[in-house]
């Protein structure tokens, strides 16, 4: 008996103490609640070494202010200044040099690129934030602008971390892009900081949704092109996350599923090809790569075999 009273007990005290946390929580504000995610989600590497250079591919490794820190930036043009142009928002636990392939892959195909680190990222200064991400986001469109000034195509790419900054800044991009890529994206930080445990499920009330994409693209007057790449073996984000992007955007779009391909596909060797294929085609004429059986719906659950994934080995091991 005085086991089973002692055990209600320790339930009522764990009860009472859910509700003064509730309590706390909507007392505190939702702001110090973000502040507090904000202090753990971010996980920022220090600086690589490898830049598009060693890969053969030149490039200008630059910087350039956001607010009052310093991005670090690399800019990898191409000889035709009429060239498309590619701005890459990337994920997190990443910095430049995890790109510099992804670069020199780019500057193969006739694409100039564009990848910058977020605060706190790489060797660019400061602490990162959403406030300070979104900074950091019209900053670097604007640097991209600059450098890119006769490209007959500029598109921006989310990947990860980077989609949710860039669907939080695309309406306000000037010029506006030509179209916008979202890979391995999902719809609601919200909805990942309880599925990744971060925030529990029945405190997530008290989370701001700052990062919700898929509000954002059912926004009025932002309907730009949009391309979505999701591998159908993410294990980071569910791929049911890019059909709901898909069902939410307004504008012209359209939902390319890699079959087996996992959540850092961009950046893995043997699944690279596959994923980059259909982005360098919507990156120079505003179409993705047409695959077998994907006409219909463009939100269609119509899988792409990486057919092409195994011709992206090269001997340096890099895709």
């Known amino acids: 008996m005085k086991s089973g009273v002692a055990r209600m007990g320790r339930l ?64 990898v043009p191409v000889a035709d200044p009429r060239a498309p142009a590619l701005l890459v928002f990337h994920g997190n636990d990443e910095e430049l040099s995890r790109w510099a392939a992804v670069q020199q892959r780019l500057h193969t195909a006739g694409i100039a690129s564009f990848v910058f680190d977020y605060s706190g990222y790489g060797a660019s200064s400061g602490r990162p934030g959403v406030a300070r991400l979104r900074q950091d986001g019209l900053a670097a469109y604007q640097r991209f602008v600059a450098l890119t000034p006769q490209a007959a195509r500029r598109v921006a790419l989310g990947f990860s971390l980077g989609s949710a900054v860039l669907l939080d800044v695309a309406g306000a ?105 259909p982005v360098i085609g919507f990156v120079r004429s505003g179409a993705s790569v047409p695959a077998a059986g994907s006409q219909g719906s463009a939100c269609r659950r119509r899988t792409v075999p990486p057919a092409s994934a195994s011709a992206s080995a090269s001997s340096e091991g890099r895709p």
């Not at 956001?66 to 670090?72: A, E, K, Q």
């Open 173 to 277: 991009l000037r010029p506006a892009p030509d179209g916008i890529v979202v890979g391995a994206g999902f719809a609601s930080a919200r909805e990942m900081a309880v599925a990744t445990g971060v925030v529990p499920g029945w405190a997530a009330w008290a989370l701001p949704d700052v990062w919700n994409g898929e509000a954002r693209l059912r926004e009025p007057g932002k309907a730009l092109p949009l391309l979505i790449v999701h591998g159908t073996r993410d294990e980071v984000v569910p791929v049911e996350h890019a059909f709901r992007l898909c069902e939410a955007a307004r504008g012209p779009r359209r939902l390319v599923l890699l079959d087996g391909l996992s959540h850092d596909a961009p950046l893995l060797l043997r699944e690279a090809e596959a994923f980059w294929q």
């Open 12 to 75: 009522v005290a764990a009860a009472v103490a859910a509700a003064l946390l509730v309590v706390l929580l909507a007392a505190a504000g939702p702001s110090l609640l973000l502040a507090w995610i904000e202090r753990d989600a971010f996980v920022t590497p220090p600086p690589g070494t490898l830049t598009p250079d060693a890969l053969g591919a030149p490039s200008r490794q630059l910087s350039f202010a956001s607010g009052d820190r310093t991005l670090r930036a690399s800019f």
